[in-house]
């Protein structure tokens, strides 16, 4: 298996720009998490999907973020406008949802984000 | 609400040395609890995990015993190697069906040779 894939794996963008970051979840997988990982406030959870529908966006910071989910084996987390405050490490990951209260998640390489 | 405590790194050891990073939890159900490792430049990757009170999760020299009395899940390792050096974190699961996490905020490792 090809793990969860994410795209681009560094983007340089400047104030103001639209950035929009890509995840390939594992296939068979049916939950997907979107993090973004800072110094300051470590690795803090944006949202999560189950069966491609948002469960939980308390996450996200403000409205100029936003994600999607249109199908099981893609999703996207897009910035607009985005601000030198959202330079971070973005990281999608995706679990299989079973029965068990064992429900590992699977990380992906993260999209180095940086706004100037 | 749920949460971790992690012990504040950076933690430096020699090589050979015995590792231990405290990680405690407040939950009001009964989570699974895990610790997730990140070598530089990569995603996080599960090291070990347990699912109910007194379990113990192991692997690769690691383990770590899930203690309901004093809420804690701590990480331990006999003998320390150079290629270990990375950042773990704690996490618990709150099960119920939601398949969410609660990290802690990472205890930076550096192993000297």
């Known amino acids: 298996d090809a793990g969860v894939i994410q795209s681009p794996r560094h983007e340089v963008t400047e104030m103001g720009q639209e950035v929009t970051l890509r995840c390939k979840p594992i296939s068979g997988h049916n939950s997907l998490f979107w993090y973004r990982q800072t110094m300051m406030r470590g690795l803090e959870l944006l949202i999560y999907f189950n069966n491609n529908v948002p469960i939980d966006d308390s996450g996200m910071p403000e409205d100029r973020f936003s994600a999607k989910m249109p199908n099981a084996s893609f999703s996207t987390l897009k910035i607009q406008p985005s601000e030198p405050r959202d330079s971070a490490v973005y990281f999608c990951?995706?679990?299989?949802?079973?029965?068990?209260?064992?429900?590992?998640?699977?990380f992906g390489p993260g999209t180095r984000l940086t706004v100037l | 609400g749920d949460s971790v405590t992690q012990m504040e790194g950076p933690v430096t050891l020699s090589e050979e040395a015995f590792l231990t990073i405290n990680c405690t939890y407040t939950a009001t159900g009964y989570p699974s609890l895990f610790w997730y490792v990140q070598y530089p430049g990569e995603g996080l990757q599960l090291l070990l995990k347990?699912?109910?009170?007194?379990d113990k999760g192991s692997n690769k020299g690691f383990e770590a015993t899930y203690r309901k009395e004093t809420t804690s899940f701590h990480l331990e390792k006999g003998s320390v190697q150079v290629s270990d050096s990375a950042v773990y974190f704690c996490?618990?699961?709150?099960?119920?069906?939601?398949?969410?996490?609660?990290f802690g905020t990472g205890t930076r490792l550096k192993v000297l040779a």
């Open positions: 347990a699912t109910k009170a007194d």
């Open positions: 990951a995706s679990s299989p949802r079973t029965s068990s209260s064992y429900n590992e998640q699977f």
């Open positions: 996490a618990l699961s709150e099960g119920s069906g939601t398949y969410k996490y609660i």
